[in-house]
């Protein structure tokens, strides 16, 4: 398990601002897993980069040099962007996290289940890139197993919990009811859909998006019976709503302080904004502007604290599951490194088995009717053989003291017997 590594960063160690920093948009995510397996002791790799974390899952050949992390760093081009803010867990550590990120338990928002499908996404472009293979193969199906269990045996991933229906909800108890605002969306992509349906669940209805590409907020509006603008235009309109609800994957801000102190100067009311793009969409110094709230993520973060409340009773069976699968890991990796003889044993004992028949079928002059039978019998029979020889095996794997290898010799040894 010592070869298993992660190297991260996240929204526990900076603010959103200071974070979106060391983002990797999800286009460039080959480009740099490539430059990472160029490291030479690395032999697998995964990336994941999110609103409130970027980390780098890796698999070493054997012995890590003292400088990896930093070689890592350099290839992301993080070298002189706060080196030593970055974590580093190994073995055991570090797949007890990784199960935690995945099952949301790391989550600013614990329960939340955006990350989950975020983790699925960069374990699909490593394995298409073909930088994560049979090691992080098994952490991430390991990963999911462990948060089928937690969602199917606990109420942590139920009721508002994603970032969006968060904000959306924080928002509520500010103004108390969307039925008459007008709200504009800015971004149709994956996050600017879950504000949507958290607003329109919230009974707004006067709902307007823009996006870059205007045919995907085009067809938003449609499918929702919402109107749509042009981006270029948006800005235009700022004054014409009391919501401004961003969710672009933008690099930069799209809406500055002075624009906002422009439109929030000719208000009555308070002007509310919900920013949680990827980096954020907004400048900070929005939030200390007259009849402005900003929600972005560190006002988001502020109250997860009341969100662990919430859900301390669910979060600590959630962690013994984590536990359990994190312990069990060894045994994984073992049967795993076990399991190709397996496949040799079954061929010698068929092989052997079926020449066994052919001198019955010989001897005894057996038609061919019968000797079919026999046949798809001794078939049968032998893969019950080999799967209680697996279960056998998996048993032996509880103690802690066997190693791998002994296991194989001794199953080789058996296969020898039928040569």
Do not use: W
């Not at 994984?332 to 066994?356: A, G, H």
């Amino acid at each position: 398990m010592n070869r298993l590594h992660l190297l991260g960063i996240s929204y526990r160690q900076l603010k959103s601002a200071d974070l979106s920093k060391f983002h990797i948009a999800e286009k460039k995510i080959p480009f740099y897993l490539k430059k990472i397996a160029e490291i030479k002791e690395i032999k697998e790799v995964m990336l994941l980069s999110t609103c409130n974390r970027t980390e780098i899952y890796f698999v070493l050949d054997e012995k890590e040099s003292e400088d990896l992390a930093l070689k890592i760093l350099k290839k992301l081009g993080f070298e002189n962007k706060g080196v030593e803010l970055f974590y580093h867990y190994k073995g055991k550590k570090a797949l007890f996290h990784i199960f935690k990120v995945a099952s949301s338990l790391d989550s600013m928002v614990i329960g939340e289940n955006e990350i989950t499908g975020q983790f699925k996404d960069a374990f699909e472009i490593a394995i298409k890139n073909k930088t994560a293979r049979e090691y992080l193969s098994i952490v991430f199906r390991e990963a999911m197993s462990a948060v089928k269990k937690i969602k199917s045996r606990s109420e942590i991933s139920k009721g508002s919990i994603s970032i969006g229906r968060t904000a959306v909800e924080i928002l509520k108890a500010e103004i108390k009811k969307f039925e008459d605002k007008k709200i504009l969306i800015v971004g149709a992509g994956y996050m600017g859909r879950l504000l949507l349906r958290a607003l329109k669940e919230n009974k707004a209805s006067e709902i307007t998006i823009t996006n870059r590409t205007y045919e995907k907020a085009k067809a938003l509006s449609l499918e929702n019976n919402i109107s749509s603008i042009p981006f270029s235009e948006f800005k235009n309109y700022l004054k014409d709503f009391d919501i401004l609800a961003l969710a672009t994957s933008s690099l930069k801000p799209i809406i500055n302080a002075e624009e906002i102190k422009n439109v929030a100067e000719n208000r009555k009311d308070k002007l509310y904004i919900i920013d949680i793009g990827i980096p954020r969409n907004t400048e900070k110094r929005i939030s200390n502007i007259k009849k402005v709230l900003l929600l972005d993520m560190d006002y988001i973060k502020k109250i997860r604290g009341e969100n662990i409340k919430l859900r301390k009773k669910y979060l600590s069976s959630s962690l013994k599951i984590i536990k359990e699968y994190a312990d069990r890991f060894n045994n994984i990796l073992l049967f795993n490194s076990i399991f190709p003889t397996f496949y040799k044993m079954k061929e010698s004992v068929m092989e052997f088995s079926n020449l066994e028949i052919d001198k019955m079928v010989r001897i005894n002059k057996i038609d061919g009717k019968t000797e079919a039978i026999l046949r798809d019998c001794n078939n049968m029979i032998m893969d019950k053989l080999i799967r209680r020889h697996i279960s056998a095996v998996k048993k032996i794997l509880d103690n802690k003291k066997i190693v791998a290898r002994d296991i194989i010799n001794i199953l080789e040894k058996m296969i020898e017997a039928y040569d």
